[in-house]
């Protein structure tokens, strides 16, 4: 019912830009979007929050990345943005898009809200 499909990410020299992007395809129930985020996994380390943009354009970033990143969002796209500038080789993970919606179905009303990842893509930053 719900597809996330990541891209733009790749190899970049440190100093570099990368614009990731993730567009999320829907079917079945509706859904509402609470929030839109990317988070990223280096190898050996637990999964963390890059960048999140809310319901009322919060934005909230890790401050590893304030700065450099960018986050926005097309509503009418259903598509998430995260522009990276300045990338440096600790910014080599996988970067997985989030969206946090919540789900409502026809004469069920919601359902709750749910968590929603996709398959990740790798960006890698050399020295």
């Known amino acids: 019912q719900v597809q996330l499909v990541e891209s733009g990410g790749g190899l970049v020299q440190a100093g570099g830009s990368l614009r990731l992007s993730c567009v999320a395809s829907?079917?079945?129930?509706?859904?509402?979007?609470?929030?839109m985020g990317w988070y990223r996994q280096a190898p050996g380390k637990q999964r963390e929050l890059v960048a999140t943009?809310?319901?009322?354009?919060?934005?909230n970033y890790a401050d590893s990345v304030k700065g450099r990143f960018t986050i926005s969002r097309d509503n009418t796209k259903k598509t998430v943005y995260l522009q990276m500038n300045g990338l440096k080789p600790e910014d080599t993970a996988v970067y997985y898009c989030?969206?946090?919606?919540?789900?409502?179905?026809?004469?069920?009303?919601?359902?709750?809200?749910?968590?929603?990842w996709g398959q990740g893509t790798q960006v890698t930053v050399s020295s």
């Open positions: 829907v079917s079945g129930s509706a859904f509402s979007t609470n929030a």
């Open positions: 989030n969206w946090n919606a919540d789900v409502y179905a026809a004469g069920r009303g919601w359902l709750g809200s749910r968590d929603y």
């Open positions: 943009i809310a319901t009322g354009n919060n934005l």
